[in-house]
């Protein structure tokens, strides 16, 4: 058989066969095998095939761990300790080649998840539609957009060039927006450019959120499902990466007041909460506005080898990453009071992240986003619109700040000009998100030069492995795909 198995044998076997779910979120557990053409043949079958596609994001090899992982080992936060390739220790190093265990796998399980959206959508257009009723078909089709464009987004943030480089002129991914099923389908496409792919996303966000539901009937739900305040979320990142700002602030006052303190006037009742570690512990909470669950039951959590616990906590953890002693924890603007330093451990001499603290079955919920990203995301783009100390975006970066360090209030007057207050936001999504994926996207969209750490140079846009090489299981099937 040849390598189809990216493309057709692993999306045919995860996007049918489901026909019963053992609890209300994610994690859909077939009882039988379910021909092709009977996968929406009933409302629970429907119901299941849209709950898979959310298992397909919270795979280990995507948002289930590692996509996350890799967004912070690229940055300058953390220390390889253990050599180990297939914990990304050349992902640390800056070198990954096109058969990397991290290239490879990203590559694979982002398109098998955006496949599996795509025979959904097939699906309910020729058939799902029709049996579960046009209003629940909408919001179930909103969600499989949501998921596909989340995940383009994702790709493109490791595989493409920077859109701030020359307008997303660059070649950007396959943009596939059909079902392979059978090893049949659009195998054989060119790059996009990284705008058309960008054009792609948004298109998918904006019908995302005409149709999402504006909440959920359980905190749980609105914390592990798509509603109408996650798409509008997620617009605000991509709208960053774009450096398309005045959009930023656009989607952003959709969903954040215009005074302190800062909530979602509509929808899910999104907000910080008051003490940083409930979000680490509870998980099912306000700021939380879409994290992927784990429970302890084996083939619902990541494992060993996928989870953030695993790789960065000193106690229930293999300690691959320790915290880089000259990275941000080494700010002194950071202060010893502030909350957030309680995410610091050490042991062995050593620093270590301790924000997710689940061992053996590694179940933390994996943070996707949060509501402080979006008041960062606001406040960046208040300041960047305008080039001033602007108001409002001080008062948002307090929000942030003041939650965890009530020593520190910043005024107009703390910044002697627009730039001191985006050096002050950046320095601050270095703290808030340590740990959360975010670094990698930061250097990207801003065409940053990823700094030293360690043993490892410094890695300029201009230079070999700023971004990663396209997957060699790609290049050996798609004689269109062109490598980086």
């Known amino acids: 058989m040849k390598k189809h198995f990216i493309y057709a044998s692993i999306f045919c076997m995860t996007a049918l066969g489901i026909s019963s779910c053992n609890r209300d979120y994610l994690s859909p557990v077939p009882e039988t095998s379910v021909p092709a053409e009977s996968g929406f043949a009933t409302e629970q079958r429907v119901t299941n095939q849209l709950l898979s596609l959310y298992e397909a994001m919270k795979h280990g090899n995507f948002y289930g761990g590692r996509f996350v992982i890799y967004g912070d080992i690229r940055g ?38 955006i496949n599996k959206c795509n025979i959904f959508l097939d699906g309910m257009a020729s058939q799902g539609t029709s049996v579960v009723g046009n209003d629940v078909a909408a919001r179930y089709i909103a969600e499989a957009k949501f998921i596909r464009a989340i995940s383009y987004y994702s790709l493109l943030q490791y595989y493409a060039r920077p859109y701030a480089e020359n307008n997303g002129g660059s070649p950007g991914l396959p943009l596939r927006l059909s079902g392979i099923v059978n090893a049949t389908g659009n195998l054989q496409l060119a790059r996009s450019s990284v705008a058309e792919v960008y054009t792609q996303i948004l298109k998918d966000l904006n019908e995302a959120e005409a149709s999402l539901p504006s909440n959920y009937s359980t905190p749980e739900l609105n914390t592990t499902r798509a509603h109408k305040n996650t798409a509008i979320a997620l617009k605000t990142r991509v709208y960053l990466t774009m450096q398309s700002y005045a959009d930023v602030i656009t989607e952003a006052n959709k969903i954040v007041n215009s005074t302190a303190p800062f909530t979602a006037p509509t929808g899910v009742a999104n907000a910080l909460q008051a003490d940083i570690s409930t979000v680490f512990s509870t998980f099912n909470t306000t700021e939380s506005i879409l994290s992927m669950p784990m429970t302890a039951t084996s083939g619902d959590n990541p494992g060993t080898q996928n989870q953030l616990a695993y ?32 995410f610091i451990g050490t042991a062995a ?29 606001l406040a960046e783009a208040r300041v960047r619109t305008s080039n001033s100390v ?9 929000a942030v700040r003041t939650r965890s360090d009530a020593t520190t209030t910043f005024t107009t007057t703390s910044f002697a000009n627009a730039t001191e207050l985006i050096n002050a936001i950046l320095l601050e999504r270095r703290i808030e998100f340590l740990g959360e994926g975010l670094r990698n996207n930061d250097l990207m969209r801003l065409l940053q030069t990823i700094p030293a750490k360690g043993t490892i140079s410094a890695k300029a846009p201009s230079e070999p492995g700023y971004i990663w090489p396209i997957a060699a299981s790609e290049l050996s099937l798609n004689p269109l795909m062109k490598d980086n």
């Open 390 to 398: 602007d108001p409002q975006a001080v008062a948002l970066l307090n």
């Open 311 to 342: 790789y960065y906590s000193p106690t229930v953890g293999n300690r691959e990453y320790s915290l880089n002693p000259n990275g941000i924890i080494a700010n002194t603007t950071w202060k010893s009071t502030d909350k957030r330093r309680s």
């Open 76 to 113: 300058e936060e953390f220390i390889n300790e253990t050599s180990n390739l297939v914990t990304g220790s050349d992902v640390w190093s800056l070198n990954p080649t096109n058969s990397a265990t991290a290239v490879e796998r990203l590559w694979q399980y982002a398109y098998l998840t």
């Open 349 to 377: 001499n050593k620093s270590w992240l301790t924000k997710y603290k689940i061992g053996t079955t590694f179940s933390d919920y994996v943070p996707v986003m949060r509501y402080s990203e979006v008041l960062l995301n």
